[in-house]
């Protein structure tokens, strides 16, 4: 069988389900987290999540707290973008974009 005929008849994953797998190693691998970082980008939606990246000088990742936790970390309130946090979190994967979050 030729290469481009091996290509033609082997069954790539499609995206949605590579980030699934990508997601269930991350779970498997990683149950919560904890990391220390800057906040940038720091906005409150309208539904009372909070959405912001936590940077250091070579890396950013993007975040989340959501309304139900925020209510239980009441600090949040008083974050602003420069502050360096320590968090412990949950590590995912934002299917929908790719993101690890």
Do not use: W
Not at 16 to 39: M, N, P, T, W
Not at 40 to 57: E, I, K, V
């Amino acid at each position: 069988m030729s290469r481009k005929q091996t290509q033609q008849t082997q069954k790539y994953p499609e995206v949605s389900e590579l980030l699934s797998r990508i997601k269930a190693l991350i779970h498997q691998q990683f149950d919560y987290v904890a990391v220390r970082g800057e906040i940038t980008n720091l906005t409150r939606s309208s539904a009372g999540h909070y959405y912001f990246s936590l940077s250091d000088s070579k890396s950013l990742i993007s975040s989340v707290l959501f309304k139900g936790d925020s209510l239980r970390v009441p600090l949040i309130k008083s974050l602003k973008n420069g502050d360096v946090v320590d968090c412990v979190a949950e590590l995912s994967v934002y299917e929908k974009r790719g993101n690890i979050q």
